[in-house]
């Protein structure tokens, strides 16, 4: 029996994988996604809070976020299905000096991108945030057409129309070899089968670095881990994502925001960072993120959670994704490294790839791919993970 | 209007003060400290809630804070009723769609989360984890147990009936709620053991540890040991109808009426014929409700002879073959059709019949609470279950394998050297025994004048007849206690095997004064207002089968055994067939309406109302990952956490053929319960009412 042949080969059908399948089957390309997980999305893609924001500190990924944040506001109406889309802006309420000077100097070059995000008084932000807390509040940013949406619903909603699109999807497989000769791609074997094609994106998240490797790339891509939980539903109070920037005890930052359904989706930036991929929940999330969201605003102390995760951001040394399509054999395709950005990057970086892979990249996408290259020098940080 | 029981053969009513709530502006009359949803079944509320889905009404589901259909707002809070006491001046209103913020509070400054160690700690202070805990404190090792009520004891608190197994191993013989004091007082002299009641583990975490929300306070425990003991949940049944208030599990119902003896039916009807469907039928007639009818899907049921024969003798239909059709009514329940059933338990059509009642219970078997015990040994803890969370079986098998498990750990700890006596093992295995065949009845094989006649014919774990008998005169052969009991030797009429008898199988005919009319001791533990001196009552063999009238001659009343005996007199000719007396006449169905039934709208997941139909529809497109289809549809995303519609589900899987090997399951993740995010912060939400209440002035 013949290897079956594709035009592209997508390893990892998650926030990155699903949104670019969909893409590459819509331009007419023979499209195969491999994940060794039962369906779609159920690696980090799920493990995702699901805000959505063009609130960055670079070129890049404000230019890929537009992008993304236009697919999530437009898909009910171009595509029918309820993702959960909501446009309740991002705020990060400011308590401190230095955090005023922070965020202030970041507006400026975020508004040189054209974004829509401004400073606000206490007064507003107290409207925005009903209940915070007064104390100290300086003010904040708020970023009005940034939003969420949720990650098991538009992970689902993707894949289905990757699948419409004509697309084909092979789970339960995984990928244990590429096939390389003459310095080009011609393949990928998995632990069932073997396929052809002259075009592989590794989209494999917090695995990525294992399968560049069997590229003979490396890419510093390496998990650590974040804890997430989700409450009760309650009646709509509260329209944007909160992002409190200030360290706490055993963290850095923490953000919540209430979803389509009602319930508070909330999320923790441990400090020290957790390295590797461990992903069953520890004793010492609840009671950090509990104090932290009910100082900020006490009223939060009588909501219920009703589950709690951890998820795995896959961390590049300076905070940005890797995206290139030059590194490596040819038709070797990066697209890793998103450090847990990958479901608010991955609708924008679709096209972006799917030209760069056509050899026909805009201004833009090259702009874009500039910023995400791997032989840059990982010097710099993201100002605002 | 009281739905209160005041007068119960077996159990007291609950003294207190009588305090005033409002519920939707109505003022009720609750008793001080009882839980809301108690309080309103007394008041005859049944609807709690409107759900945020679809504004269907909402009845009580699991009494035992498991889901959260019985929410209600309590001083403008969500709150899950059966688990929430009401208080004085308590302003209470069902609980419309989704809950808003909660109102501000007032709140202290964080605690510290306490961190404890211990040698053992024991999730569930059921008969298992008692069992368990005193066995450990024979041993002075430092134990926790928990146990999320105000009293230790589990189920064997609403058990008002007599125990079978042996009187040496599991105190066959005695109430289940006599056990439960009984333990309890058993574990006050090991003051290695430490009780905390009121408190839920949420979660076991991967650091080993475990999260105990203890009387209101979270705290981690990092045990050595850590022994699951939490029991069991009742599984529900897909029909249409299956949400509607009224219809609910059996051992919230036995919560209701043998807990907090509220009366909170007047028309039962029962699915299931396993031992806990017919011992809840037993229960409810205890508490002057009328059981309309019990329905058994196979050929038999499942439960012990003794107890389904207990309830027809005493007017109960029991219709095996049959399946429940579908649960009807406006707001809450107010009609069930059955019908019978082909040999692959499809409903046969011409065989439907409906029947009036205000309550429906499903007990048709019960799942383990083991997520704790699989968590932990995912996180490579020192890791037991016994009880209910490891097999289900009875409440005397639950002890034995708590003993059991305790010297396990104790092994484990290194305490004790030597390993579990293998015997102990084969005794658990024949108190976990399912009933064995039935034997004949056999005609009088000997000419005493006073004799006992042993109506229990099925092979079972029980031997307190043998036990009790002074005499030594009923046997069961030493070293099976499966065996069925025979009366060999000589009888005084002492009544002691008769009064003990779990079964309530025996009776004493008695022909010393009239050979031709002699009286029948029958035991009787329905109410003492049930029957009087002088009573023509119809008599029953032992399955129930009309014999004729008798009147009772006498009435004794063995108060420390909460057992009457009836003195019937009999002809002689029928008296040794006499095991009863029947109290209702049968119910008979009512006019049966054809209605058009749609399957497909069936509710699977009762918190996000997923339907049967779209979770065929799911199958049927080729969705084998659990996950995937929860994501889809919502379905084990709710407040109960899947333990509802986790179950129902493999069932849809099941009946669509899709093979359990092409599933991928539902990721289990903590909290095992909805919980405050103010707990884990160690911060208390307190309403204005308690602001009020806690202030004491200057």
Not at chain 1, 175 to 190: F, N, P, Q, Y
Not at chain 1, 287 to 298: F, G, T
Not at chain 2, 403 to 427: N, Q, R
Request: hydrophobic share 40%; glycine share 10%; aromatic share 6%.
């Amino acid at each position: 029996m013949t290897e079956k042949k594709y035009d592209v080969i997508i390893i990892g059908a998650g926030s990155v994988g699903t949104p670019l399948a969909l893409e590459l089957a819509e331009r007419g390309r023979k499209t195969l996604v491999l994940d060794e997980l039962a369906s779609a999305g159920q690696g980090q893609n799920k493990e995702a809070i699901g805000g959505v924001r063009a609130t960055h500190s670079d070129g890049a990924k404000i230019k890929t976020c537009l992008r993304s944040l236009e697919i999530f506001a437009t898909w009910h109406a171009k595509r029918g299905d309820d993702i959960g889309w909501l446009k309740g802006g991002y705020c990060f309420p400011v308590y401190t000096e230095s955090d005023e000077r922070l965020l202030k100097e970041m507006l400026k070059v975020q508004q040189g991108f054209g974004l829509n995000i401004s400073w606000l008084g206490p007064e507003e932000i107290k409207k925005l945030a009903p209940g915070i807390s007064p104390r100290d509040l300086r003010g904040g940013t708020f970023s009005p057409d940034d939003g969420s949406a949720s990650p098991l619903l538009s992970g689902q909603a993707f894949y289905r129309a990757a699948v419409r699109a004509g697309a084909e999807f092979r789970f339960h497989e995984r990928v244990t070899g590429l096939d390389i000769s003459g310095g080009a791609v011609r393949g990928v074997m998995t632990d069932k089968w073997s396929y052809g094609a002259t075009k592989v994106v590794n989209a494999a998240g917090a695995k990525a670095a294992e399968i560049a490797e069997m590229a003979g790339v490396k890419v510093p891509v390496r998990p650590d881990c974040h804890e997430a939980g989700i409450t009760e539903p309650l009646k709509p109070f509260l329209k944007p994502m909160i992002v409190d920037i200030r360290p706490g005890d055993k963290s850095k930052n923490y953000y919540f925001y209430q979803n389509s359904e009602g319930q508070l989706v909330f999320c923790l930036t441990p400090n020290p960072p957790i390295w590797g991929d461990d992903c069953r929940s520890t004793s010492e999330f609840l009671p950090e993120v509990s104090r932290r969201m009910i100082n900020l605003m006490p009223q939060l102390s009588g909501v219920k959670v009703r589950r709690t995760w951890r998820g795995l951001y896959p961390m590049t040394p300076d905070g940005f994704p890797i995206v290139d399509a030059g590194a490596g054999p040819e038709g070797f395709v990066l697209a890793v490294g998103m450090c847990g950005q990958g479901f608010m990057l991955g609708p924008g970086l679709a096209p972006t790839l799917a030209r760069a892979m056509d050899g026909a990249p805009t201004e833009e996408d090259r702009e874009i791919l500039h910023g995400f290259r791997l032989d840059r020098q990982f010097a710099g940080m993201e100002k605002l993970k | 209007m009281s739905e209160r029981i005041e007068d119960h053969m077996i159990l007291t009513p609950p003294a207190g003060a009588r305090v005033k709530f409002t519920f939707g502006g109505r003022e009720l009359e609750a008793l001080d400290g009882e839980m809301i949803s108690t309080a309103l079944f007394a008041n005859g509320v049944k609807i709690f809630s409107r759900h945020h889905r679809d504004g269907s009404p909402q009845g009580i589901f699991c009494a035992n804070g498991q889901c959260a259909q019985c929410s209600v707002l309590a001083d403008g809070i969500s709150v899950k009723s059966c688990v929430t006491p009401v208080r004085a001046g308590m302003k209470v209103e069902e609980l419309r769609g989704v809950p808003g913020l909660p109102p501000a509070v007032c709140v202290q400054d964080a605690g510290r989360i306490e961190e404890l160690e211990t040698d053992a700690l024991i999730i569930g202070g059921g008969p298992s984890g008692l069992a368990a805990a005193i066995e450990l404190g024979k041993l002075n090792v430092p134990t926790i147990i928990v146990d999320d009520k105000h009293k230790l004891g589990g189920k064997l608190v609403l058990q008002t009936h007599k125990f079978f197994g042996s009187v040496e191993d599991c105190y066959a013989g005695t109430r289940g709620i006599d056990i439960a004091d009984k333990l309890t007082d058993q574990l006050k002299e090991y003051p290695s053991v430490k009780v905390w009641l009121n408190s839920s583990c949420v979660a076991v975490f991967s650091d080993k540890k475990a999260g105990v929300v203890r009387d209101g306070t979270y705290c981690l425990v990092k045990p050595k040991a850590i022994v699951t003991a939490a029991g069991a949940r009742e599984k529900s049944l897909p029909f249409p109808g299956n949400t509607l208030p009224g219809v609910y599990g059996a051992g919230a119902f036995q919560t209701l009426v043998n807990r907090d003896l509220v009366r909170p039916s007047k028309k039962l009807f029962i699915v299931g014929g396993g031992n806990v469907g017919l011992i809840a039928a037993y229960h409810a007639m205890q508490a002057g409700i009328k059981v309309v009818g019990l329905i058994e899907a196979q050929e038999r049921c499942g439960g012990y002879k003794v107890h389904e024969d207990k309830i027809r003798r005493l007017g109960v239909p029991v219709y095996t073959r049959h399946t429940i059709l579908r649960a009807e009514g406006k707001e809450e329940l107010e009609r069930v059709t059955i019908a019978q059933v082909d040999d692959r338990f499809r409903p046969l059509p011409g065989t439907e019949k409906t029947f009036e009642a205000d309550t429906l219970l499903i007990a048709v078997g019960l799942n383990s609470i083991n997520e704790f015990h699989q968590q932990a040994l995912a996180f490579g803890m020192n890791a037991f279950v016994c009880g209910d969370a490891e097999e289900i079986a009875e409440a005397s098998a639950a002890m034995f394998s708590g003993k059991i498990t305790a010297h396990k750990v104790l092994k484990s700890l290194g305490v004790m050297a030597g390993p579990v006596p293998a015997f102990w093992y084969e005794k658990l295995e024949t108190l976990k025994s399912r009933p064995g065949p039935t034997g004949a009845v056999k005609e009088r094989d000997h000419d005493r004048k006073v004799y006992p006649v042993l109506h229990c014919r099925q092979e079972i774990p029980c031997n307190p007849c043998a036990t009790s008998c002074p005499k030594k005169s009923i046997k069961i052969p030493v070293g099976n206690i499966m065996a069925a009991p025979k009366f060999e030797g000589e009888c005084i009429g002492c009544f002691k095997c008769l009064v003990i008898c779990p079964g309530l199988a025996i009776t004493i005919v008695d022909r010393r004064k009239d050979e031709k009319v002699p009286t029948v001791a029958v035991p009787f533990e329905i109410g003492r207002g049930a029957v009087k001196k002088g009573d023509e009552l119809e008599l029953t063999d032992w399955e129930g089968c009309p014999l004729g009238k008798a009147g009772i001659v006498d009435i004794r009343d063995f108060k420390a055994d909460s057992t009457l005996i009836l003195q019937l007199a009999v002809d002689g000719a029928i008296a040794d067939k006499v095991a009863g007396v029947r109290l209702y006449a049968e119910e008979k169905p009512g006019k049966h309406a054809v209605t058009k039934d749609s399957p497909d709208d069936t509710v699977i997941c009762r918190c996000e109302r997923v339907t049967l139909g779209e979770i065929r529809r799911a199958l049927r497109s080729g969705m084998r990952d659990l996950n995937q289809l929860k994501a889809v549809t919502r379905a084990g995303m709710g407040a109960c956490g899947s333990k509802t519609c986790n179950s129902l589900i493999l069932s849809v899987c099941r009946a669509e053929g899709v093979k359990p090997e092409e599933l991928t399951p539902m990721t289990q993740r903590p909290l095992l319960m909805e919980t405050e995010l103010g707990t884990f912060a160690n911060i208390k939400c307190r309403t204005a009412m308690e602001e009020k209440a806690g202030w004491s002035g200057f």
